[in-house]
């Protein structure tokens, strides 16, 4: 059972460079989402999508851009790289929003430096 | 705005020795709870989640949990640490609608041989 697969695992960008985080599961969840952790903050949401076709921003949304064109796949696209990007990238999935409240399931994370 | 606070960015204990590591949120209503746990160079696992009936919940590698409205708690609860317990752990909060989960800043727990 593979859950939600991201790629790359890592990544060293150049500065003022475009990059795209993938991510897709194979669990039919609704809801999918974009994290970012960093020392001594935590996790900090920075997109959502609560079902295909719809997105919505999080807690630090400037720099990101997220699409979702179908259930499985939640790309995360950084257009113009800066260092403060520096971080671990984790994708992850949940049935949906309302009564039907799942937990949360997490990808392995993407480590991104940008130099 | 809900947040969530995790008393101590560092705990150590010895092998063998009880494990507490707390959590407490603000909400004007009861939310669902969770912790997880991450290993290093890994993702998030679930231990364990409160949503609705029995206020003590229990979880994987024997950790158990205590939802306390009145002190708006979730401290995480193990008898006998092991050496294996050795990693961060996060505690979480979600409402039924609308809401997205809600991090505290994690607990690096050490375990002492």
């Known amino acids: 059972i593979a859950g939600i697969t991201q790629a790359p695992t890592s990544q060293i960008l150049a500065a003022g460079r475009r990059m795209t985080l993938r991510c897709t599961q194979d669990?039919?969840?609704?809801?999918m989402y974009w994290y970012r952790q960093d020392l001594g903050l935590g996790l900090r949401l920075i997109h959502y999508s609560n079902t295909a076709g719809t997105t919505g921003k999080g807690e630090v949304p400037d720099g990101y851009s997220v699409s979702r064109a179908n259930t499985d796949d939640f790309p995360l696209t950084l257009a113009s790289a800066v260092p403060s990007q520096t971080s671990v990238y984790f994708c992850?999935?949940?049935?949906?929003?309302?009564?039907?409240?799942?937990?949360?399931?997490f990808g392995e994370g993407s480590r991104l430096t940008v130099l | 705005a809900q947040s969530v606070t995790q008393l101590g960015s560092h705990v150590s204990v010895s092998e063998g020795a009880l494990v507490l590591l707390r959590c407490n949120y603000s909400s004007s209503v009861p939310p669902y709870l969770f912790w997880y746990v991450q290993y290093p160079n890994q993702g998030l696992q679930l231990l364990l989640k409160y949503t609705t009936g029995a206020t003590l919940v229990k979880g994987i590698n024997g950790f158990e949990a205590e939802f306390k409205k009145s002190e708006t708690s979730f401290h995480l609860t193990k008898p006998s640490a092991h050496m294996s317990d050795a990693a961060e752990y996060f505690c979480a909060v979600r409402h039924n609608y609308g809401q997205n989960f809600v991090f505290g800043p994690g607990t690096r727990l050490s375990v002492l041989p």
């Open positions: 992850a999935s949940s049935i949906g929003q309302g009564i039907n409240t799942g937990e949360l399931f």
């Open positions: 669990m039919r969840h609704n809801a």
